[in-house]
């Protein structure tokens, strides 16, 4: 889920879902499941347009980080 979480702060705009889903997949096993529950527990939002994104708040505490950097202490 923390890779999950850099890669969705790495976005740079908000996507449709079928898109969002179509970038991710390849490196995220279960992928429709975790970003279903991150847009229950409303970390990833829609936007005015029905595109998604993380949510403003969380991207502040979640800031992108370098390929292959992970963001929180092992």
Do not use: C, F, I, N
């Not at 449709?16 to 970038?23: G, H, R, T």
């Not at 005015?48 to 969380?58: G, H, I, N, R, S």
């Amino acid at each position: 889920m923390r890779t999950l979480l850099t890669d969705l702060a790495a976005l740079d705009e908000p996507l449709p879902w079928d898109d969002l889903v179509e970038l991710l997949q390849d490196s995220h096993p279960a992928l429709q499941q975790a970003l279903e529950k991150l847009r229950m527990l409303d970390v990833l939002a829609q936007d005015e347009q029905q595109l998604y994104l993380l949510d403003p708040t969380v991207r502040r505490a979640w800031p992108p980080q370098p390929h292959g950097k992970d963001s929180s202490p092992a």
